[in-house]
Nanobody
């Protein structure tokens, strides 16, 4: 059974860093591709980062590109999101999710194509 469990959230000042982890026990990386989404208060859940199904390429939203880095440890079945230069607008609940590896490239940012989700971890960026 696929279970996704995020950790590493917390409170950080603007300009600070956090690293989120997603324990993806049971996830078969050959058939599922992990990604990160976030949801700020009063806003819709939005795409943050994911991999190409080959894991050779990563994709980011424009709002986090250059500041966030997604990575994974296949042996540990863990996915990471390193967040640097954090801004107050990065405040949100961050979710780990997984989609089928066959999802076409133009649809990998669409949350409706992700069928496994964690419960989320809160990240608060404030002075």
């Amino acid at each position: 059974q696929v279970q996704l469990a995020e950790s590493g959230g917390g409170y950080v000042q603007p300009g600070g860093s956090l690293r989120l982890s997603c324990d993806a026990s049971g996830l078969t990386f050959n058939s599922r591709v992990p990604g990160w989404f976030r949801q700020a208060p009063g806003k819709e859940r939005e795409f943050v980062a994911t991999f190409h199904r080959s894991a050779s390429t990563t994709y980011y939203s424009d709002s986090v590109k250059g500041r966030f880095t997604i990575s994974r440890d296949n042996a540990k079945k863990t996915v990471y999101l390193q967040m640097n230069s954090l801004k107050p607008e990065d405040t949100a609940v961050y979710y780990c999710a997984a989609r089928k590896s066959g999802t076409i490239l133009s649809e990998i940012r669409n949350l409706n194509n992700y069928d496994y989700w964690g419960q989320g971890t809160q990240v608060t960026v404030s002075a």
